[in-house]
């Protein structure tokens, strides 16, 4: 298994499901996969590390604080589209949940979608130019 230098890591409720998703609606591929608890997925020079909230690897353990990981919040990769309302409509039509509206901006539009654990993923489309 090669690793790239810089990785996204997404806490996950349910590793499978999030595979699916992932490999599913958004062009992702499975790198490697232990079970319930981790799967390295790529596309492109992204490589997206799912990890359990619970489970033996690292990235599920709790902090010193007491602090578990959990999905969900803000932060977000960004994938790139060419067609940002064929892929919205496409997406919703599987039954993907779209959090907002299209938004737009100086360098284009775009909409948040979440997989199934409420992580964020930004479906961007750049202004022409």
Same mark, same amino acid.
């Not at 492109?44 to 619970?54: C, G, K």
């Given at each position: 298994?090669?690793?790239? @230098?810089?990785? &996204?890591?997404?806490? &996950?409720?349910?590793?499978? #499901? #999030?595979?699916?998703?992932? /490999?599913?609606?958004? *062009?992702?591929?499975?790198?490697? $996969?232990?079970?319930?608890?981790? #799967?390295?997925?790529?596309?492109?020079? %992204?490589?997206?590390? %799912?990890?359990? /909230? $619970?489970?033996? *690897? *690292?990235?599920?353990? @709790?902090? !010193?604080?007491?602090?578990?990981?959990?999905?969900?919040?803000?932060?977000?990769?960004?994938?790139?589209t060419a067609d940002l309302e064929a892929?919205? *409509?496409? %997406? $919703?039509?599987?039954?993907?949940?779209?959090?907002?509206? &299209?938004? #737009?901006?100086?360098?284009?539009?775009?909409?948040?979608?979440?997989? !199934?654990?409420?992580? %964020? &993923?930004?479906?961007?489309?750049?202004?022409?130019?």
């Open positions: 298994m090669k690793l790239n @230098p810089i990785m &996204v890591r997404y806490i &996950v409720s349910d590793v499978d #499901a #999030a595979v699916d998703f992932y /490999t599913r609606h958004l *062009g992702f591929e499975v790198d490697a $996969q232990s079970g319930p608890h981790f #799967a390295l997925l790529a596309r492109e020079n %992204l490589q997206l590390v %799912l990890s359990p /909230t $619970q489970g033996p *690897g *690292g990235g599920s353990q @709790p902090m !010193p604080d007491g602090r578990k990981p959990e999905p969900g919040g803000w932060n977000r990769m960004i994938v790139k892929d919205r *409509g496409r %997406l $919703q039509k599987a039954g993907v949940k779209v959090r907002n509206d &299209v938004v #737009a901006g100086p360098g284009g539009r775009q909409v948040l979608l979440e997989d !199934p654990s409420g992580n %964020l &993923v930004e479906l961007f489309e750049p202004a022409d130019g």
